[in-house]
């Protein structure tokens, strides 16, 4: 009787999971475990009843006592005074006899009522407690859902330190990336300078964007941990508003139980008040019909006196017999017409009570109207409360879901951040690339320009020679020519000394060219670790923020019970 009740009183429970519901399971039930004082309200179908009750022990026991005790009464009375002399004793001993023999059974067995009672009293406690439970507590597919919920934050939680783990990884590769080409700008060119001032204003451009990037990315996070953390406070005001709800249509529900019982009482007062009424009337209509026989009687014995005394005074006279007879004839009408007007009375009187009756019944008519419309709208507020706590129930899964979307646009604010200091750090590399190609360029220029002087070399010393050798060749002719040429070739060789000398400066200045390049690198791959050390303490926080939100998260669902256990 119990689960018809149970499944009467929550059809929702025992229908089947939507789509995309998460089924009453083992880890549903474990939750709703965990709650405080809900181990002591289990439904008396739940628990085995005991052997006493099951076998009715107590019964049997009530019945072999009452026999075992009326045999030695018995026995008694047949031992001291013998059943023969019973009708010898008198009426007060006979009394006592009788209360001394019935009163301990009496007793025994009003032990046994109020102890079957106290059984039953308690097993009905135990059914509303039980149906109090599910109208009260959560459902197991809403502990589902916030367990479900919960699972999903940690995961996206692990996924977005996964994730600036990854970003610190590829900053440290990135770091060592620049040390490594650092150390290829020792061999630039005379033009390395100039282009190494604007690959440094480039870098400095970028590391101001990555640091901008990096600054917005953890503005962000903080913005989503605030609205994360606004959101939950606004889902934790939601459920206290629920609650209250909760508790208010509970007390509505009591004031409507009193009413109901209020209209039952007056019902029942009214019931009793017509009932009373239709005996007062049925006691004036038996009272008018014996009215109405008495005076039959009276006209039946008045007809006879009439009789008698026309039989007396037949010899008077012929006109006084005319006039007798006359006289009992108008007697007789009257007669019949009073029975007439006394069986119309009598009628008029049954359809009174008829009518009385027929309003008697439409008015218990009404009154059981009444009731059913009282229970409807006892039933109505009670899906009305269901339907509060379903709403309440969807709202706390809408924002766990605009929990996840948010947690998963926090996730892709990160993997955009990253892909961007992963774009950065390939333009670099892409610049280094392109400075080491134009180092390489200048080189080959150089060598070209080396060859060219050692070409010339050449063709001069040949040009030399054969000035030489017209010299040998012309005398002394030539010779101060030869003088002169001698002049000129030392002014040359001065002047590829002095070419030399300023190329060795050039080459110095290049060196620390590079050495200024290479410590504005260090200084930004210091920047560029300083910055990922402050995306991994936000990242850091943003964790810490979460973590904070589930454990708020749980307070409210502990706090939601715990109202809902006082309400």
């Known amino acids: 009787m119990a689960k018809q009740v149970s499944q009467q009183g929550n059809p929702k429970q025992a229908a089947a999971p939507k789509p995309g519901e998460v089924p009453a399971g083992g880890k549903a039930a474990q939750a709703r475990a965990a709650l405080p004082e809900v181990d002591d309200l289990l439904a008396p179908d739940d628990v085995p009843a005991p052997l006493y009750l099951r076998w009715k022990l107590h019964l049997l026991l009530g019945g072999a006592l009452t026999v075992l005790w009326f045999a030695l009464v018995l026995d008694f009375i047949e031992k001291s005074l013998g059943l023969g002399n019973l009708t010898e004793l008198l009426p007060h001993e006979v009394g006592g006899l009788a209360a001394g023999a019935f009163t301990p059974v009496a007793f025994l067995w009003m032990l046994i009522a109020f102890f079957e009672r106290g059984r039953q009293l308690r097993q009905e406690t135990a059914i509303l407690r039980s149906h109090l439970k599910q109208l009260i507590y959560p459902s197991d597919r809403a502990d589902s859902r916030m367990q479900e919920i919960t699972a999903s934050l940690r995961n996206q939680t692990k996924e977005l330190l996964s994730a600036s783990e990854e970003a610190a990884r590829r900053g440290q590769a990135l770091g060592d990336l620049i040390r490594d080409r650092t150390r290829d700008l020792a061999q630039v060119s005379e033009d390395a300078d100039l282009r190494a001032h604007a690959v440094a204003d480039a870098l400095k451009r970028q590391t101001a964007d990555l640091s901008s990037a990096s600054e917005r990315a953890a503005e962000r996070a903080r913005d989503a941990g605030e609205t994360l953390f606004e959101q939950a406070h606004g889902l934790t005001v939601t459920t206290d508003r629920a609650s209250a709800r909760a508790e208010d249509m509970i007390q509505t529900l009591k004031r409507r139980a009193e009413e109901l019982d209020g209209a039952a009482q007056e019902a029942s007062d009214r019931t009793l008040k017509a009932a009373e009424a239709f005996d007062r009337r049925t006691e ?87 009731i059913s419309v009282i229970s409807s709208a006892l039933r109505d507020n009670a899906d009305a409360l269901a339907t509060v706590t379903e709403q309440a129930v969807v709202q706390a899964t809408d924002a766990g879901t605009r929990l996840s979307r948010q947690a998963t646009a926090i996730t892709e604010t990160v993997d955009r951040a990253v892909s961007r200091l992963t ?29 060219n002087l050692q070409r010339a070399t050449n ?53 620390q060219a590079a050495d200024a390049a290479a410590n504005r690198l260090a200084a930004v791959g210091a920047d560029l670790m300083r910055r990922q050390g402050d995306l991994s303490a936000a990242a850091d926080t943003a964790d810490g923020r979460v973590t904070g939100l589930i454990e708020g998260l749980r307070e409210t669902e502990t706090s939601l019970a715990r109202t809902v256990d006082k309400g």
Do not use: P, Y
């Not at 006289?327 to 009570?353: I, N, V, Y």
């Not at 392109?434 to 080959?444: F, K, S, T, Y």
């Open 459 to 511: 063709e001069l010393g040949e040009n030399a020679e054969r000035t030489i050798t017209r010299a040998e060749q012309a005398g002394g002719e030539l010779r101060g020519r030869s003088e002169d040429l001698r002049g000129v070739a030392d002014q040359a060789v001065e002047r590829l000394t002095e070419f030399g000398h300023e190329m060795a400066q050039r080459r110095n200045e290049l060196a």
């Open 284 to 370: 004036r209509l038996d009272t008018v019909s014996r009215e109405a026989l008495a005076r039959g009687v009276q006209a039946d014995s008045l007809l006879e006196r009439r009789i008698g005394e026309v039989v007396d005074v037949t010899g008077k006279a012929n006109a006084a017999v005319t006039d007798a007879a006359g006289t009992l004839d108008h007697s007789a009408q009257d007669l019949s017409q009073r029975a007439e007007r006394a069986k119309d009375a009598a009628t008029e009187l049954e359809l009174g009570l008829g009518r009385q009756a027929d309003v008697l019944d439409a008015l218990g008519g009404r009154v059981s109207d009444r």
């Open 423 to 451: 774009q950065s750090g390939d333009g670099l590399s892409a610049q280094v690339d392109n400075l080491h190609g134009q180092a390489q360029r200048v080189a080959e220029q150089a060598d070209t320009a080396a060859g």
